[in-house]
Structure formats: structure tokens, C-alpha cells
């Protein structure tokens, strides 16, 4: 498996977390949400992979991804992003390394309170 299919591996990540489980239950899609998705939910996607090369082969894909949280109040969603921050801030296991935090952004769309944060992570295979 390579890092093409890094999303699924975050969504059984964040799938799995007791805390992430309580505040959003089952509602953690990749690429869109399911039509008809109550509140709250995240969406997952990956923004950029790059891979560095070593003799011919490759030795590591560096990977961006964003983590978009939707709310219906500003508390829930800073309260899931507190949440995936915690369970994604420095995780690692055989594949993932080196898992950052790069940035957050937040805004207010149709009654939505949306918080964004990027990650990046270092996948070895």
C-alpha cells in the first residue's frame, strides 16, 4: 500500500479514537460528505503528495492532507478539532512518520462553523 490511500488510513485513525468517536460518532468521510450528513461531521482529503527518490527507488512520500471539521456552534467545533489535533499531532506506527501539524484556519459558511487543520506526515513503505 502507498500513501495514494493515506485517507484511509486517518479515517480508521480518527474512526478509532474514543474522543473523536463521542463528539462525531460514525461521520468522518473522505472527500465529500454524504448527502443529507447532520451535523457534526469531517471530511477528509489529501492536498499534496511529493516523493523523494533515493538511487531509483523510492524512499519516502511526504504528504499533505487537511482535516475539515463542520458544526453548528464554534465550541463543538474547536471541541473536535482539540480532539483530532490530540489523536494526530505526532502519530506514527510502521507506515506513518513524523505526522505535524502545519497550520489551522477557521470560517463561518450558510450557518456552519468549519475548522480546518493541515497536517503534514512522512509515509514509508
Known sequence: MSALNI???IYNILHSNED???LIG???YIQIAEE???FPFIVLK???LQTDYVKNNVAVDNVDISVNIAATTYRESIDIAEAVRNVLVNYSDTNIQQCRMISATEDFVENTYIQQL???LKYFY
Open 7 to 9: 485517507l484511509h488510513n
Open 20 to 22: 473523536v468517536n463521542k
Open 26 to 28: 460514525n461521520d468522518i
Open 36 to 38: 443529507n450528513t447532520t
Open 46 to 48: 489529501r492536498e499534496n
Open 118 to 120: 493541515n497536517f503534514s
